[in-house]
């Protein structure tokens, strides 16, 4: 592989990430509003003696965004699981980072410039 071969697919993963931080921000936002809804109208309930209508509408709007992330979290998971699957013939299997055991770690609070 050359290296413009490997700038481009880095890029591409790059991109990809961006991409997918962008949508889970608006995810977040849009279920940060939901959750804004849901309180405003137990809030009227509770305190002016609002609907009861309001409540369950923004109860059933978090429930299929909710939903909806769900199927989507699951159609990414396949999706990965499909190319990662085509991508095992041809790849090196992935390495996994040597772990250390948990009384070699530095004890917290406790460092000293060897261990930077």
Same mark, same amino acid.
């Given at each position: 592989m050359g290296f413009l071969d490997k700038a481009k697919a880095t890029a591409t993963q790059a991109i990809q990430q961006g $991409?997918?931080?962008v949508e889970q921000i608006q995810q977040s936002?849009?279920?940060?509003e939901l959750y804004k809804t849901l309180g405003?109208?137990?809030y009227k309930v509770q305190r002016k003696g609002g609907d009861q209508a309001a409540v369950d509408a923004a109860l059933t709007a978090l429930d299929s965004h909710f939903a909806s992330v769900q $199927?989507?979290?699951e159609s990414a998971a396949a999706a990965s699981a499909a190319a990662a699957g085509s991508a095992a013939g041809s790849a090196a299997p992935p390495t996994t980072p040597p772990t250390t055991p948990p009384s070699a770690a530095p004890q917290e609070?406790?460092?000293t410039?060897?261990?930077m």
């Open positions: $991409q997918a931080k936002r849009h279920e940060s405003e109208a137990v $199927q989507a979290a609070g406790n460092f410039r060897d261990d």
